[in-house]
């Protein structure tokens, strides 16, 4: 059909081309801005690969925000994945309210970072937060100053990002539990009656796919993370949790240095690039 | 699936770690709803979580953001709901007839898979790395501080998501309606308003209700791109402290005011929101 043979670009054509143009054009100019020694409103000089060299060489604000960045993401993977796959298994049965369960384990996925960001600072306030009140009224005489020190604060970070994206895990490894076939598992309840023994060698593994699908998605979300250190500790104290992305946030739009700043996009893209290679393999399977 | 060899003991333990599982849930709503509250004096002297038993509640700050503060907040209101319905209407439009056509047609010189592979890249590109260009191509067009412009971010960035959703969903459907049309000859067009999309509306619902909610929660390209005028309530709430310190009653009541549409608004989508997230890997 000759018809067949144009229409069909009319249906995808405009989509890849709006997407192109607001994404394609964007990235080649910052990478054009990479190579340059540019200040936003100002002349630009062509210094080559300076900026790269300056980031991974001499740069220690790069790998303070880099290492931070690494921190929160593996805390975050590990514990959202762990809790949402323990909330999972207990809510893979037959249960009253299930639905509601679901229902209130959606509404964080949805609620914006940077409020969340802003109640954890309300949350967690050394006087009069909701944590410390707690562990005052349990007698601890002394809670955390959750902002003012390092290590508090990054965990105070950590708890606030996991609470929003344990939903996210659980909703996800559910529905891998609950398509898996339930013939296996009535055949395995004939030769042993060990829970433990079935998780192990029947659930974990069938679970596997879902398992990665949800940790490469959890780590390249948890790698951009902004919103949640810049509403709650401003990156304090002192760059204790400035994260990569916060970092280059401060160089290209505070301080202007847009060049610099484009080089330090650059290798977060190709940082980003290398986690989701593998998830995309996969997924070449799927979209077959 | 579980075997069940309940004893009391055992439903006990479960429904424990459930009540757990829930309470650690809403304890964030809970405390911002309790402080909202709270008379301003009492927030900062005396540490507490329970109404009635520990402070008397009180409406002021309620009145406060609905009278005094009323302007600000209604216009940033206003902004986030047009931006986030012009940013989903682009992207849904879009996203469909994309997702359509990459799950009815074949394409030979760029295969189907390698499209639909593009258009998840998108999804994995961190937004960051587009931020300085997207805010010097801002202020050469003039759109700085405009609407406008966060419409076209956001329908950049949520088309991806939609295109892949609804791709997946048309891939589900029988594709044979669609082909007897054809024959008795309808155009592709026809056939694609009147059998494919009338199939396909509770889906195409959820997914603009889930683009609607990222563009609402956008946070990086709303700060960047705008000052005044266009700031989206995203923007307002993150101004709340520089005046005087944390000032937790206005930060209560504008969190929940923020945050309560998308939330709510997502509960309608929730048989979508599993493989919508995972963009299809996954079926919920």
């Known amino acids: 059909m000759p018809e067949r043979s144009r229409v069909k670009y009319l249906f995808v054509l405009p989509g890849i081309i709006w997407v192109l143009l607001f994404t394609i054009f964007p990235l080649l100019y910052s990478l054009r801005l990479a190579f340059f020694q540019a200040r936003l409103g100002k002349s630009e000089t062509f210094i080559w690969l300076e900026n790269f060299r300056r980031a991974l060489f001499d740069d220690y604000r790069f790998w303070n925000s880099m290492g931070v960045t690494v921190f929160f993401v593996a805390c975050s993977v590990i514990c959202t994945v762990s809790l949402g796959l323990a909330l999972a298994l207990l809510f893979n049965r037959p249960l009253r309210g299930q639905r509601l369960f679901r229902a209130l384990f959606t509404t964080p996925l949805f609620t914006a970072p940077i409020a969340l960001g802003y109640l954890g600072l309300t949350i967690f306030h050394e006087q009069v937060g909701a944590v410390n009140t707690v562990l005052f009224a349990l007698g601890v005489e002394h809670p955390p100053a959750w902002f003012s020190s390092i290590w508090p604060a990054r965990i105070a970070i950590v708890l606030v990002d996991i609470w929003q994206w344990t939903p996210f895990c659980f909703l996800v490894l559910l529905a ?4 898996l076939p339930d013939e296996i598992y009535e055949a395995a309840w004939l030769d042993t009656s060990s829970s433990w023994d079935i998780f192990r060698y029947i659930t974990l593994p069938l679970l596997t796919p879902v398992l990665f699908t949800v940790s490469i998605l959890r780590m390249v979300e948890a790698f951009k993370m902004l919103d949640i250190p810049f509403s ?41 690039v290398l986690i989701s290679l593998s998830f995309f393999n996969r997924l070449r399977q799927i979209y077959e | 699936m579980y075997q069940g060899r309940s004893t009391l003991v055992g439903k006990i333990a479960l429904w424990f770690v459930i009540l757990i599982a829930v309470s650690w849930a809403i304890f964030p709503f809970y405390w911002a709803i309790v402080t909202s509250f709270k008379q301003p ?5 005396t540490p507490s979580l329970f109404p009635w038993l520990q402070f008397t509640p009180t409406l002021a700050n309620w009145s406060g953001e609905f009278t005094q503060r009323w302007p600000e907040i209604s216009r940033a209101l206003g902004n986030s709901l047009i931006v986030s319905i012009g940013a989903t209407l682009i992207a849904i439009t879009l996203g469909t007839m994309a997702g359509y056509g990459l799950a009815r047609f074949r394409f030979r010189r760029w295969k189907n898979k390698d499209m ?24 050469f067009l003039n759109l700085l501080d405009t609407q406008l412009a966060l419409i076209l971010v ?17 891939k589900e459907l029988p594709k044979e309606m669609e082909e ?6 309808a155009s592709h067009f026809q056939a694609f308003f009147r059998i494919a999309l009338p199939l396909a509306a509770p889906a195409i619902a959820a997914a603009a209700v889930i683009c609607f909610a ?21 923007v307002v709430i993150a101004g709340v402290e520089h005046t005087q310190g944390v000032q937790f009653w206005f930060v209560a009541t504008r969190l929940l005011i923020a945050i309560l549409p998308p939330a709510l608004l997502a509960l309608t989508a929730q048989r979508y929101i599993v493989r919508g997230l995972t963009f299809g890997a996954v079926k919920g």
Request: glycine share 6%; no cysteine.
């Open chain 2, 154 to 170: 956001n329908a950049t960035f949520t088309m991806p998501f939609a295109v892949l959703t609804l791709r997946d969903v048309f």
């Open chain 2, 214 to 234: 990222f563009s609402w929660n956008e946070f990086l390209f709303a700060l960047i791109l705008t000052y005044r005028n266009a700031q989206p309530i995203t």
């Open chain 1, 232 to 272: 709650m500790t401003s990156g304090g104290p002192g760059a204790a949790t400035q994260t990569y992305s916060f970092y280059i946030y401060l160089t290209g739009l505070r301080n202007f240095n847009a060049g610099y700043a484009s080089a330090l996009a650059y290798i977060l893209l190709f940082v980003m």
């Open chain 2, 116 to 139: 639909t592979m593009w258009f998840l890249s998108q999804r994995f590109l961190p937004p960051m790395a587009t931020a300085i260009p997207f805010f010097l191509v801002m202020k």
């Open chain 2, 180 to 185: 007897s049309a054809w024959v008795d000859g």
């Open chain 2, 41 to 45: 004096g009492v927030i900062m002297t």
């Open chain 1, 176 to 179: 891998g539990l609950q398509s």
